[in-house]
């Protein structure tokens, strides 16, 4: 019985001496970190998704290159590491964090700062323009005489009812449409006026002309019964009313919304955009005096 356990305990010991230790694989070390902010409608790209690992191998990610995000915070990107030593090494995964926001921040020569919007392949300012001033810094003159108002054929800018404490903050200002055009231009650097295509492209992003207004109209500052209005858009056109050319009469706010295109009709009239309080769609037309004075949007350069 001795001699039996004292054999088997030998084999015992060089059986196991036998074996070879069984090797452990490491764990590969990603890394990668949460990007910037993007703006909504840019692309993902290595800008983004950039993650690197301490040995050779290939990545795959989720959501892959080229994705254009959702407008969100925190939103989840991963990355699926396999490494090429896949003997010695294990695959691995990560996951961050990033940002989608639907605007930006723009100031004027003035220094009056606007809420930016995105929306289809456009960036619009989100309010209307209250600068005083070109972008080189000049004075627009601020017409408060009717008279004077109705005979210009050179830029100039109002308040409504001549009331900046009043109307600035909420409608901005109303410009002629030689402000408008003029060289030295009227909005912030990286923004422009638009032309009347460009306003074309919005409504027609927005289900065309007969719906777009009241999607882009606020569902407040506007009477009853603000027709379609739900500002899906998130553009919030407000009724800033107009200065008329023929008097320097004051008229519609509340009722009217009115903005300017770049582009020129004829000699005395040019493109503009209307809302109205009790319809849904956005009114086009050129046959509006380049006197009158009229709200400004401004869409970003690309």
């Given at each position: 019985m001795i001699y039996t356990l004292i054999i088997m305990g030998f084999i015992l010991i060089n059986t196991?001496?036998?074996k070879k230790d069984k090797a452990v694989r490491k764990d590969p070390v990603i890394t990668w970190e949460n990007p910037e902010d993007i703006l909504f409608g840019t692309l993902l790209s290595a800008t983004q998704l950039n993650a690197t690992a301490d040995v050779a191998g290939t990545f795959v990610y989720t959501p892959p290159s080229g994705t254009k995000l959702n407008i969100g915070t925190?939103?989840?990107?991963?990355?699926d590491f396999t490494p090429t030593d896949g003997t010695t090494y294990n695959a691995a995964s990560k996951t961050i964090k990033i940002n989608v926001s639907d605007f930006v921040k723009v100031t004027d020569i003035d220094?009056?700062?606007y809420n930016t919007i995105t929306i289809g392949t456009q960036t619009w300012m989100k309010e209307n323009l209250k600068t005083t001033r070109y972008r080189n810094g000049n004075e627009i003159p601020n017409i408060t005489d009717n008279t004077t108002w109705s005979t210009l054929t050179s830029g100039a800018y109002c308040w409504y009812d001549n009331d900046a404490t009043t109307y600035k903050p909420t409608y901005g200002a109303l410009y002629n449409y030689y402000t408008v055009v003029d060289s030295r231009?009227?909005?912030?650097?990286?923004?422009h006026i638009p032309t009347d295509l460009e306003w074309t492209t919005l409504t027609t992003y927005l289900g065309g002309e007969r719906v777009a207004g009241g999607k882009l109209k606020a569902t407040t500052l506007w009477i009853s019964p603000n027709t379609g209005a739900d500002n899906s858009s998130r553009f919030t056109a407000l009724p800033g009313g107009f200065r008329y050319s023929l008097n320097g009469i004051f008229g519609d706010i509340g009722v009217w919304g009115f903005w300017w295109s770049s582009t020129e009709g004829d000699a005395s009239f040019a493109w503009i955009r209307s809302i109205c309080y009790d319809y849904s769609g956005v009114y086009r037309d050129d046959g509006e005096t380049k006197r009158d004075g009229r709200s400004v949007r401004c869409i970003k350069d690309y």
């Open positions: 196991n001496s036998c925190n939103q989840i990107l991963k990355v220094g009056n700062v231009n009227l909005c912030p650097e990286g923004w």
